[in-house]
């Protein structure tokens, strides 16, 4: 079966069924568009070029998960056989696929800097901070659950590992400072469940939009009424019971851990120039 040129859409949902097409293909032949079907970077699309190694004998292509994420180096032997999926985006929709920066830890965290984990697949609104800097070691936010640990041990923690962005990325958010996350590779306010109003749009990866009808404050913390304006593309594996337009959920934060929503920048609000320089 030779491979088929499909829309990012297509694409999605060609690969929710476990059974989806693959072929097998010279390494020498992979190209932008081309989704590795096996092995740690599976669902990993190619975004350009190889890069050869003739002394290696080997070929380092450029790699992105499909649902976004970091780009990593996918290496393959020069004379190998890759198995693909039959589905394919073509080149130029190859740039769809949202990229995020790497996350970088400066030499001195200042107290009260935080760093969140994103991950590309929503199964709930909303993140919660991982870690944060008392000014000597990056404590776990939630008390318990893991052990401090020393600026160059977090960077290890967050650089992207060779094997690709499996479930998501970090953002670093300095104190002090908006908080920005990552939706669909673009810098967006994170709002805590205090902070949304009515009217305001939260997102969830694959273009998914949810207005805020209403915020109810209670003892025990906010019930977030959304109402959804777009059905993420990534559905099936996103929030399963928010697929159509006009469909109302509720969100329960307590206000205690914390939770950020990535949102829709307001009308009334300047995006800065350089949200990403200052996030990444």
Known sequence: MDSVFVSPEQLFHELRSVSAATVEIAAA????????????LERHVITGAARPDFVSQTLTFP???????????YVVGDTAVERVYAARLACEDVHEIPEVPVCVIPDSPAVGDRIVGQPYIAHTFGVMAA????????????????RPLSTSVMREDVTPPIIGSLSGWYVYLPAGQ?????????AVPGRTATELTRGDVMLIPG???????????????????????????????????????????????SAKRGYLY???WRPEELQPASTLETTA
Do not use: N
């Open 29 to 40: 032949e992979l190209s932008p568009g081309h989704v590795i079907a096996s092995g740690k």
């Open 63 to 73: 790699a992105r998960h499909i649902h976004g994420g970091h780009t990593v180096p």
């Open 131 to 146: 870690r944060r800097f008392d000014g000597e070691r990056w404590q776990a936010v939630t008390p318990g659950l893991a």
């Open 178 to 186: 908006r908080p920005y996350l990552y939706c669909d590779g673009r």
């Open 207 to 253: 273009g998914g939009r949810f207005e805020v009808a209403s915020v109810r404050h209670h003892s025990d913390g906010y019930t977030l009424a959304l109402r959804v304006l777009t059905p993420s593309r990534h559905e099936m594996r996103h929030l399963a019971w928010a697929r159509r337009p006009g469909d109302v959920v509720e969100q329960h934060d």
């Open 262 to 264: 990535p949102t829709e």
